[in-house]
């Protein structure tokens, strides 16, 4: 195929319109076209005088090379995915703790090549989890087992849904390709950007789950895994607790993949307790910022495209004379501040967007980073402590009722209790109490935080705000531990996996779900 790059749109148009252009100009015969398809579209903003999209087409046509003279076209060949061996002599059972994308694209790897996994997972089916995180947003009552962190879905349901990722590997592909199969749009493969919406997740994951059960595979909900046993080092047997009735089940299996996710401290304590090798590793806590997803838009694309662009996002990084970093995560344009707590009297916020981002406030994670050293203890569990420290000191603050500490960003610049909200309004339900988030906040927290925001505002007109609003506190962007695992993924108990966000090997839903394809490749394997 030949890909044609750098198609300037300035008019809101279909594909089938933008490819009519590129045809047009470099007089393509259609006829010789035996298919084609968008492969990039971005917003170029970087000129707010020229702001366009940016396209690229690839195209399967006669007599290619005749039209590699130009600038724009290239040659490409498509990136195939790896094949899995399968080791026929090698007998599995295999069993998957957690039904994140971890979890899910594990087990969706293991039925395509045959097997037949059991998912264990503590929260409740994706529809059912969606009624407890209602019920706590409506009514402020959480259910500790089934929640924004914990359920099928995973922690990345209730959130933009982004699909975008650091990593290059070829099965991003396949993880694009397989939630369109299950009823993502097809925009999603190739937006610079994409994303899907809490609201298209929910029916995606359900659509997973159903093929999975079709194909023999087996999910447990409201089942709690809390125990495994070894023989000759290796996993022969795990005990899972069933929350409905309080029963314990032994499951025998030979290949068990560890998909926790990032707030499974019961987890970690236990499969540290039982001899698996775990380590403390850098994380980041901060607060959520909201701004008006209007002054966002304007800051980001001028007032002088004609356009129909989407709610503008944005991503920032400061590197602090102190040595430390401040950053942007998980931005949701045109979101909510999401309720996120998973344990009792603690307050854990993140934000979430549907699919058209189309609400008020712009929100995002303005993080500093933590390292191991600033941790109280050398328990490789220590980061656990410092997340609950600053957790329950939100609770206390916003009141001990699940509403959540906010604060002006003038207020919190100057360190005095906010007393009034101005121009944005808090998003976070079940309620917000006024508050100082230095009272908090460690110092090298706070400081870092109001020197960042203060950067962010010469990169992104506006960020600073006075009346910005911060919402604490953001603690759980990604995992505080890391399972170890070797080159063949496994731990240091034969037959054990370590997979995903929460054993510290991935950070979204894409790389979450790359990782699980390559944890159960490698079972197979």
Known sequence: MIRVSNIKIYEDISDEEVFNLVVKKYKILTENVREWHISKKSIDARKKDDV??????????KNEDKFLKYKNISKIKDTAIPEIQLNMNKSIKPVIIGAGPAGLFAALTFVQNGYKPIIVEQGQSVEERKKSVDLFINNGILNTNSNVQFGEGGAGTFSDGKLTSGISSPYCK???????????????LYLTKPHIGTDNLINIIKNMREYIISCGGQF??????????????????????????NCIETIETNVLILAIGHSSRETFKKIHEKGLLLEPKNFSVGVRIEHLQSEINKAQYGTITKLKLPPADYKLAYHSPSGRSCYTFCMCPGGVVMPSSSEQNSIVTNGMSYFARDGENANSAVLVNVMPSDFSTNNPLAGIDFQKDLEEKAFT???????????????????????????????????FTLANLNDIMPDFVSSTLKEGIKYFDTKLHGFSNPDSILTGMETRSSSPVRILRDENLVSNINGIYPCGEGAGYAGGIMSAAVDGIKCASAAIK
Do not use: M, W
Request: aromatic share 16%; glycine share 6%; proline share 5%.
């Open 397 to 431: 603050l916003g009141g001990s009722n699940y509403f959540a500490p906010v604060q002006r960003f003038e207020d919190f610049y100057n360190n005095v209790k906010s007393k009034f909200i101005g121009c944005v309004k808090p998003s976070y339900k079940p309620g």
């Open 174 to 188: 396949k993880v694009l390709k397989e939630f369109v199969n299950f009823g993502a749009p097809e925009q999603i």
């Open 52 to 61: 366009h999209y940016s396209y690229s087409i690839d195209i399967d046509i």
């Open 220 to 245: 447990l909900f409201n089942t709690k895994f809390i125990d495994f046993e070894t023989v000759n080092n290796s996993v022969s047997k795990i005990s899972v607790l069933h929350l409905d009735n």
